[in-house]
């Protein structure tokens, strides 16, 4: 039987999601499809229980859904407990079964990328993409994390929930002078969306920079900081890393992130843009 697998989000028409996985599928001779299943929050819940009977059927969900889908999963794997978020889901014995690929994505590509220093790492907002971060830092043993966030509130409350720091948005960058790493989770400075209002003055250039934005891939923040002299680590891998993990759920197989796939999900970024 083919396999379906597939994304449930809201919009979802520009995933680049297909390509990384019918690619994959070609490599690993198997036979299927990813699809895209567009479905607005009223939707959601008869979507999944549609779902529910396609034995062995797997996907990813995406915003507005990952939290909201929570409720309908029979189990959970220990990531998608500590984020609050599912992004990956596979049917099983007629029950969703979820789990979160994002924290593997972002750590995964960052520690291939670069090995900074996790001494002091400021995270630029406190939304779900923080959360993943947050999660895959601590597990990977970030001594002191700093959540900085327009609406200090949110940062508060994430910071007391995982046991860092929260500050107010700062324009003039101060926060940054001890940074060793700092992650934009925001969607400022994505094609579309404001520009990202910071000030990378106090930034050491031993620091990394990581902005989990991918479209532009050289975000200002990112040309900001190599003009600085930093690291920098852009976004696309977190996206590319996290279908990898969530390939092996479905799969049983992890299929090798290589040059090819890249150029193939670039020349697409590049189309739409
Ligand atoms: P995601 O799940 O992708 O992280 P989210 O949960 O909606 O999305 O979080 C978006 C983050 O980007 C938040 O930290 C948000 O800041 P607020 O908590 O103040 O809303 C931040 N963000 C989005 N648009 C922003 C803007 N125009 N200026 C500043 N911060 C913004």
């Not at 939290?67 to 969703?96: C, H």
């Not at 750590?107 to 999660?135: C, D, F, K, N, Y």
Request: proline residues 4%; hydrophobic residues 45%.
């Amino acid at each position: 039987m083919a396999n379906i697998t597939g994304l449930i989000g809201y919009p979802v028409a520009h995933s680049l999601s297909p390509v990384i996985h019918h690619y994959w599928m070609r490599q690993h001779g198997i036979d299927g499809a990813y699809k895209l299943f567009t479905t607005a929050p009223a939707r959601l819940r008869q979507t999944l229980l549609r779902f529910q009977k396609n034995e062995g059927m797997g996907f990813n969900i995406t915003v507005p859904h990952k939290e909201a889908v929570l409720p309908f999963m029979e189990t959970l794997d220990p990531v998608a407990t500590r984020i609050g978020a599912v992004n990956t889901v596979q049917v099983r014995e007629g029950a969703l079964h979820g789990y979160n690929t994002d924290a593997y994505g972002f750590i995964t590509h960052l520690t291939q990328q670069a090995t900074p220093s996790l001494e002091h790492v400021v995270i630029l907002g406190a939304g779900g993409a923080a959360r993943a971060a947050i999660v895959a830092l601590q597990q990977a043993g970030a001594v002191r994390i700093t959540l900085m966030n327009r609406t200090w509130e949110s940062a508060q409350a994430l910071a007391q929930a995982f046991g860092c720091e929260a500050i107010a948005w700062d324009v003039s960058g101060t926060a940054l002078a001890d940074a060793t790493l700092v992650v934009n989770t925001t969607s400022l400075g994505m094609a579309g969306q404001p520009p990202l209002n910071l000030s990378l003055q106090h930034l050491q250039s031993e620091a990394v920079v990581y902005d989990i934005v991918y479209k532009p891939l050289q975000t200002s923040l990112l040309k900001a900081a190599a003009n600085r002299g930093c690291r920098t680590v852009d976004g696309l891998g977190m996206l590319l890393y996290q279908a990898q993990k969530a390939f092996e759920v479905w799969h049983g197989v992890l299929p090798a992130v290589d040059d090819a796939l890249r150029k193939q999900v670039l020349a697409q970024l590049t189309e739409e843009a």
